[in-house]
């Protein structure tokens, strides 16, 4: 295990960042979350013994655990004034809402935490133990990017350990989709154009959709169905004519008979030199789905260097082929949260039991990917970015050297905290290995006592 720089003080835009969540936290409360959300930035796992540590042991693990799991707060509540504070920090009129799910892993010890289940993992390619999240995410298109709210999947299956005999109720991905999408509607946010991949291509979702009055890019599936008029006139088994006269045909069959192709691309750059380039081969038409009622624009994407296929469908029958793939390109942006979130702030290390603890971990990645979102939001309309956006790495780092630019300090005036430091990193280097019993014959009179216990 490497060693660590410890945190030196919490982090000044976590502080006033998190600041919203004051009226519904005690003063003890919001201590400690600042102090959990500073060391998740500055690099510690979502572990509160590495938490703890981080702050040279100021804080010990029973008093994190009890606030995340047993503290009195109400997390809907949190929930409403973090949008709240979102729409302060920004104008939002428009924008895109990105809607993806994504797995927490867990291992076989897992079986009292919140929300785990035997689950199918399309990546892994098996069925492992996990809990299943899926995410709200918005984004402008540009700087303004943060995680909305969240719903964890149950999956419709007998009582697991964790619900400890209590019923829960199941609802499937995309009715936890549309739920989120009409709280965040309820509440106050703009209404943007819904971005999400095939498995959420389904007639429920898209209707659901429609009643909300929402515009819409998604994937679709390639097995899905065109209605076209009939080649040959059909006729009933009396033989006169039916009152039915379209087919099915799939869509790559559909496409094919298209021959108008457009390429998409990056066009070229004179002043680089750079040529121009050809991302997809696109074909587009505006047609009617067999399972999913109205009538749609359908682009048929191919990539020619991946030799890929994709199907974009939307409602908005007007747009060409670069408008409806760039848009859906804006579907990326959850899928780096995902990244960030796993690899920047340990959100698969959470194993709170709880429901409180799981969703407040949840909500505390949400709340630290917001922040450093808007660091980047701040820095960019103040001019110090000349032409692109920071990564969140770039932004985690740049705490991380004020950090230790902050204990190089307190090295310098404090004589006590270097011995502090060793002491604490001291009692972390030596872990003995448990003795070995020495096995023995036992006589029978002992046996049989043993049976007679057992």
Not at 39 to 67: D, H, P, Q
Not at 240 to 261: C, G, H, M, W
Not at 363 to 376: P, Q
């Amino acid at each position: 295990m490497t060693m660590k720089i410890p945190c030196a003080k919490r982090l000044p835009f976590i502080v006033t960042g998190l600041s919203f969540l004051q009226p519904a936290l005690t003063n003890i409360q919001f201590s400690n979350l600042t102090l959990i959300a500073t060391a998740l930035v500055l690099g510690a796992k979502f572990n509160l013994t590495e938490i703890s540590r981080m702050w040279l042991k100021e804080k010990s693990v029973s008093t994190l655990s009890y606030l995340l799991s047993d503290a009195k707060f109400y997390i809907p509540e949190m929930e409403i004034l973090y949008v709240a504070q979102l729409q302060k920090m920004y104008k939002l009129t428009g924008g895109y809402y990105c809607i993806d799910d994504t797995m927490k892993h867990h291992t076989n010890f897992c079986k009292w935490i919140h929300g785990v289940f035997v689950l199918f993992d399309h990546a892994a390619k098996t069925n492992l133990k996990a809990t299943c999240i899926v995410f709200l995410y918005y984004s402008d298109g540009g700087f303004i990017k943060f995680p909305i709210t969240y719903r964890i999947y149950h999956k419709d299956t007998d009582c697991m350990s964790w619900q400890r005999g209590k019923p829960k109720e199941c609802k499937a991905k995309y009715d936890l989709a549309l739920e989120m999408l009409e709280w965040a509607l309820k509440i106050g946010l703009p209404k943007c154009i819904v971005l999400a991949d095939s498995w959420f291509g389904i007639e429920p979702f898209i209707t659901g959709l429609k009643k909300l009055c929402l515009s819409y890019v998604i994937e679709v599936k390639r097995s899905y169905k065109i209605k076209v008029p009939c080649k040959n006139t059909k006729l009933t088994p009396s033989g006169r004519k039916a009152k039915n006269q379209t087919e099915l045909i799939s869509l790559p069959e559909y496409f094919r008979d298209i021959t108008s192709v457009i390429a998409c691309g990056f066009d070229a750059d004179n002043k680089s030199g750079k040529k121009a380039k050809v991302l997809y081969h696109t074909k587009t038409d505006t047609v009617r789905l067999n399972s999913i009622p109205g009538k749609h624009r359908l682009i048929e994407s191919k990539d020619p260097a991946k030799k890929t296929t994709k199907y974009l469908l939307t409602n908005e029958v007007t747009w060409e082929a670069t408008k409806i793939i760039f848009t859906y390109s804006n579907r990326w942006v959850i899928e780096e949260f995902f990244r960030n979130a796993k690899q920047l702030t340990d959100m698969e290390g959470a194993t709170i039991r709880s429901e409180q603890g799981v969703a407040t971990a949840l909500c505390l990645v949400s709340w630290i990917d917001s922040l450093l979102h808007f660091e980047n939001y701040k820095q960019g309309t103040a001019g110090k970015l000349s032409k692109e956006s920071l990564t969140i790495p770039s932004i985690v780092r740049q705490a991380q050297y004020e950090n230790l630019k902050a204990i190089l300090g307190k090295i310098q005036q404090d004589k006590n905290f270097i011995p502090t430091w060793l002491a604490v990193e001291g009692k972390n280097i030596t872990r003995k290995r448990k003795k070995n019993n020495q096995l023995v014959t036992l006589d029978r009179h002992q046996d049989e006592k043993i049976l007679l216990c057992a």
